[in-house]
């Protein structure tokens, strides 16, 4: 099983790392504000009120309105102020998040030296995870096609011609 991803706009965001990414822009939120990013992608253009923000993404656990607005904030504010215009807050009802439609593919534009640092980073984090065994290595290679799947150029780089010509 690959690692879940959601793209928006210029975004991919992995709720498993908890990663917001555009190209060389990395932002890592906070688990919960995470877990309310992926529940809004879930469910966009739909009113939610505290009490459902709370049984949804708090799992039912005693938070205060205070609690839900901070991590609602911090969301606004993740990467730069990316998410502001994605979630709005309607007065006395609750939140609604709508999300642009994920952009055309565009070249990577990031250094040969910086997509295999990222990759290496992505196959660490994957090989690391508790997994027994063979899921190790098959969580790698999902996060491998993961990162394909964003740029099939990143196979040229990885591959040892590509990577021989890019040491030099």
Known sequence: MGMRQFRFGEWVFEPGSCSLDRGSDTA?????VSDLLEFFLLHPDEVHSHDRLVEQVWLGQVVSDEAVRRAVSVLRRAAGGALSG????????GYIASFPEPAAATPFRQSPERLIS?????LLRCVSMPSPGQGRAREALDCLRSALELDPRLL?????????????
Request: one cysteine or more; proline letters at 6%; charged letters at 30%.
């Open 86 to 93: 994605c979630i709005r807050t309607i007065y006395k009802r």
């Open 156 to 168: 040229e780089v990885l591959s040892p011609a590509g990577a021989l010509r890019h040491v030099r």
């Open 28 to 32: 890592v939120l906070e688990p919960r």
């Open 118 to 122: 990222a990759c290496d980073a992505s």
